[in-house]
């Protein structure tokens, strides 16, 4: 198969959304598909210059961005130009992007990956909110109902497409993000303990990602003085947040902050630590849980968006911005060592089951069935 994927994002910006679809590239090649990406010039912070590139076989097309939509889209008409190209299948990636026209310019198969963009409205601006409503009342629908096949990461996004837009339950597939297969090695974390200092009997926190305001690390730090003996570790990149959480936590001497840290050094701190919390404001899905799941931390996330679906009974939740809530749910975590051991065994289990291997084989599938059936 010829497969073209469209996305915002790609390598080598880094997220989830960008994961999702190169890993998903990866799998495809080694099918022995062939791969195209198609995406903006845009990168975090500043253009790629790079127009032609190509990553493990995978070939990458960016085109000029002629304005920028918020914090994760963009305006790059050139992208259009992928209908009149020869692939089998066009595959989408996130709803609400101009690209989702692309149906409407082609007689291929087209598939898109929403990934649950449904974020709170307070963390976006009034004008975002606004658009958003316009989009999903006048176009939603039509949009969604002209792809041959709409995906779901989460069994949860799948009543939220059904239910908002009225679309038909078997015009909708479940295909959820995944981790490598190698993440399931277990790593040493007495590697991050003995960098960090902390001690064997010590109860250590980790809370990792993207410092942004929507990930809610700021609770996190709001509860911490009422555990003075738990270590809080806090990790990733800076998005506009870490000055904001570093005063937040200026009189805390249990609040760590590891700066960035590479897939490997990430693995090993998941490893090590005994609680992974996850306090996001919404995650469509939250890969980096499944990350953490994969090194047996005891999993603590908030209950918004596809977090509880991935969490499902290996882990537990709290109540978003319920500070009570989540200290009481720690509180449950720090003191019952039998607890954490029982959520551990669980996490492994689950994340075995979300190898993008195993993910792949369902999306090739999806790919066959949409070729094989007639539009």
Wanted: hydrophobic share 40%.
């Amino acid at each position: 198969m010829k497969i073209a994927y469209l996305t915002v994002y790609y390598w080598p910006v880094e997220g989830g959304v960008e994961r999702h679809v190169d890993y998903f590239a990866q799998e495809m090649i080694k099918k022995g598909h062939n791969v195209e990406v198609f995406t903006s010039d845009l990168g975090r912070e500043g253009k790629i210059k790079k127009k032609y590139d190509s990553k493990s076989g995978v070939k990458i097309s960016r085109f000029k961005t002629i304005f920028k939509l918020g914090f994760s889209g963009a305006f790059f008409p050139g992208v259009f130009s992928v209908a009149k190209k020869d692939f089998d299948i066009i595959h989408v990636h996130v709803y609400r992007h101009p690209f989702n026209f692309i149906p409407f310019f082609t007689n291929k198969k087209c598939v898109l990956t929403l990934h649950w963009p449904e974020y709170p409205k307070k963390l976006r601006k009034w004008y975002s909110n606004f658009g958003i409503w316009f989009i999903d009342l006048f176009f939603g629908k039509l949009i969604l109902n002209k792809f041959d096949k709409l995906l779901a990461i989460t069994g949860l996004e799948i009543d939220w497409i059904k239910n908002k837009f009225k679309i038909n339950k078997n015009k909708i597939g479940l295909i959820p993000n995944g981790i490598p297969k190698s993440y399931l090695k277990i790593r040493n974390g007495n590697k991050f303990r003995n960098k960090w200092k902390v001690g064997k009997n010590e109860i250590m926190t980790l809370s990792l990602s993207r410092l942004h305001k929507s990930k809610g690390f700021d609770q996190v730090i709001k509860i911490a003085k009422d555990f003075p003996k738990v270590k809080f570790f806090i990790g990733g990149v800076d998005g506009g947040y870490e000055n904001y959480l570093k005063k937040l936590s200026k009189n805390l001497k249990n609040v760590i902050f590891t700066g960035p840290l590479s897939d490997e050094e990430k693995l090993e701190a998941m490893n090590a630590t005994d609680i992974f919390i996850h306090p996001s404001h919404y995650e469509g899905f939250g890969i980096v849980v499944l990350e953490a799941m994969s090194q047996g931390a005891a999993i603590l996330t908030s209950d918004r968006g596809g977090l509880p679906w991935v969490v499902d009974k290996s882990g537990l939740t709290f109540e978003c911005e319920n500070l009570k809530d989540l200290k009481n749910k720690l509180s449950k975590l720090v003191e019952d060592k039998k607890l954490r051991n029982k959520l551990s065994k669980m996490s492994l289990q689950r994340a075995k089951k979300f190898t993008w291997e195993k993910i792949g084989n369902n999306l090739e599938k999806v790919y066959k069935e949409c070729i094989n059936n007639p539009i």
